[in-house]
């Protein structure tokens, strides 16, 4: 079984990738390096892929690729991922996350791919209040430029199952955190800034909800999902680990001894949706899979290692403080 991987070079993605080498599967990561992609992340199995650096909206190299590797089963990881990047400004999104997405599924149908796993996020479902959850028929009610193309990308892969037969199960993951995440979500953002004793800066009043998977957890759903699902299904992948944005603020800080006076609550993100929240029978009925990693340990696992990895967060800050002062002010 060849594995082709999009995006494997980014957060998830990379966990994925080497997952998928611990499980000695042949695996070929595509990948465009964009601010977020790094090949840090894989420089310990780099000698056990194969990678090729590509923009998947190229479909003449991506056609490529698959006419030299051709792979069994497609795992779509690449996308632009950051909601307040798609506030800024949304054309990336619509790039990478619907014509990307288009171009991956026209040339697997073309190559009569096995299997095309199309990961989308519990952030298409739109917003919750205090109660209630999504189910995988939940309507999808995007409410940000990024959830929106993602929720394109997710209904065009059902499309092509539909009218070609493209044989893709689509996955809907909540929130993931963990080791080697770019420093512009929000756990790894409150680490760095209370190591410096900076003001950390928290939307609003802290009070949306999330629900936090560790990002190990997520990749081994997916290789249970390619074992187990079934084509043509959703799968949605939660933890089950609901927490307010200020009490996750609140326990790195714990973690790290910092005081809670650097909390400084800045203007809410526009539109900003106020709770997710995963309904994950059918993955555990049908998959007999369940998150394994609570938040109180994934937390301290993720402010651990970027404590022994200040050396990559270094390489990144310099971009990054010009870009928290656009977005916090």
């Known amino acids: 079984m060849k594995l082709l991987v999009t995006g494997g070079a980014g957060f998830i993605g990379s966990e994925f990738v080497r997952q998928a080498v611990e499980k000695s599967l042949e695996t070929v990561v595509v990948d465009k390096l964009t601010y977020a992609g790094d090949l840090e992340r894989l420089s310990d199995i780099e000698d056990q892929i194969k990678f090729y650096k590509a923009d998947i909206t190229n479909r003449e190299f991506i056609e490529h690729i698959f006419k030299t590797e051709k792979p069994d089963i497609v795992v779509h990881w690449a996308a632009e991922s950051h909601v307040d990047r798609s506030i800024l400004d949304a054309s990336p999104f619509i790039d990478a996350n619907v014509r990307g997405t288009q171009v991956l599924l026209d040339v697997s149908k073309e190559n009569d791919i096995n299997l095309f796993i199309n990961i989308a996020t519990d952030e298409v479902y739109g917003e ?10 939940t309507p999808l009610i995007p409410n940000s430029p990024y959830s929106a193309s993602k929720a394109a990308a997710d209904m065009l892969g ?4 539909r009218t070609y037969g493209l044989p893709l199960i689509t996955v809907r993951p909540s929130n993931n955190y963990g080791w080697w995440q770019y420093p512009e979500k929000l756990i790894p953002v409150v680490i760095l800034k209370a ?6 800066p928290v939307y609003g009043t802290g009070e949306n909800i999330r629900e936090w998977l560790f990002v190990s957890d997520c990749a081994e759903a997916v290789f249970k999902i390619i074992e187990k699902g079934k084509t043509g299904e959703i799968y949605n992948v939660g933890s089950g680990e609901e927490r307010r944005n200020i009490d996750v603020v609140k326990s790195i800080l714990n973690i790290l001894g910092k005081p809670e006076d650097l909390i400084t609550f800045v203007k809410d993100r526009l539109g900003h949706d106020f709770r997710y929240s995963l309904n994950t029978d059918k993955i555990e009925k049908e998959i007999g899979w369940k998150a394994k990693v609570r938040f109180e340990e994934g937390v301290e696992m993720t402010v651990k290692w970027y404590l022994d990895n200040m050396q990559w967060v270094d390489k990144k800050l310099k971009y ?9 002010g």
Request: aromatic residues 20%; without cysteine; glycine residues 6%.
């Open 158 to 161: 059902r499309a092509y199952h």
């Open 128 to 137: 919750l209040g205090e109660d209630g959850q999504f189910y995988e028929d």
């Open 320 to 328: 990054l403080k010009n870009y928290w002062e656009k977005v916090y």
């Open 195 to 200: 190591l410096n004793n900076e003001p950390i």
